[in-house]
């Protein structure tokens, strides 16, 4: 069964496909936030103008629970894999997740806005 799933992450996702991936697409912040300093929070994008990246390899294995209501009536799909995931990166430290198909190809700016508004509350 193949599911096309689009979601929100936090950058550090990025870790479980290359560790060198996050590094290369985001930039950590000069300012301090009330936390501290902390070197692993990248929340600026080094590239904004690149748009949505292909990722041809693959996550495995994965497992999907979907709440239909109660625990007693939740489906359990296990053994899976991610693949064919395409990547937005996003200022802030967020990646927009999606599958990659031909047809999706090519609308980064499109998406790029989409992810935006959504982010803002606009979508």
Known sequence: MDLKIETDLPNTSLD????????ALFASSDDPDLLGKDTQHMPHLRFPQLGPLSWNGSVKPVSLALHLGTK??????TDGKFNKLRILPCEGGTCHGAPASASERGRGREDHDRAQARRKGHA
């Open 16 to 23: 479980k496909l290359s560790g060198s991936l996050r590094p």
């Open 72 to 77: 007693k009536n939740e489906l359990l799909l």
